[in-house]
């Protein structure tokens, strides 16, 4: 499309094996926007001799429009072209995922009506109340003690730690 942003950017394949070229091994790549796969491709035929790298340019394309808040991951995997004596075909081999620099900051929403907090307190605990929920702390500790949702106790002691060592 014209005017479309990519990614663009320089992948150097390293190629490990001591008797091998990479030919007989299928690269792609996939965009994931917060883990879902938006678009996929293939890259070109690769040619490494053995213990050397193949370096090669990818394009990716940028989704329009960005989505705020949006985590952009590109995922690069290798996989056998051909059914072999130890493997069906497609197998994976290796893949690495890298973060792109397409981040949108999330705008928070207007805040429409501010919750309203109440607070008191005494000699022996503070007590902190919000629309539908009352939270009870120890005044000499600081300490959780109490915590009541909707009038229903959600916890109704104090909070101890409790530390366990394997014999």
Do not use: K
Not at 9 to 23: C, I
Not at 115 to 141: K, M
Not at 145 to 163: D, I, K, Q, R, Y
């Amino acid at each position: 499309q014209p005017g479309r942003q990519v990614f663009r950017g320089r992948v150097t394949v390293s190629n490990r094996h001591a008797a091998m070229d990479l030919a007989p091994f299928r690269f792609t790549w996939r965009l994931l926007a917060d883990g879902d796969t938006i678009a996929t491709g293939e890259l070109p035929r690769l040619s490494a001799s053995p213990m050397s790298d193949a370096t090669i340019d990818l394009e990716v394309p940028q989704p329009e429009p960005l989505v705020p808040g949006t985590d952009y991951r590109l995922t690069l995997t290798a996989s056998v072209r051909d059914a072999t004596a130890w493997c069906e075909a497609g197998h994976i081999i290796c893949s690495q995922q890298f973060e792109l620099p397409w981040s949108v900051p999330l705008v928070p929403e207007p805040a429409t009506a501010r919750a309203c907090c109440a607070w008191r307190e005494d000699d022996e605990r503070w007590t902190a109340e919000v629309p539908g929920q009352v939270l009870h702390f120890d005044a000499a500790s600081g300490m959780l003690c109490g915590w009541e949702a909707s009038g229903t106790p959600v916890l109704s002691g104090g909070l101890t730690p409790c530390f366990y060592r394997a014999a």
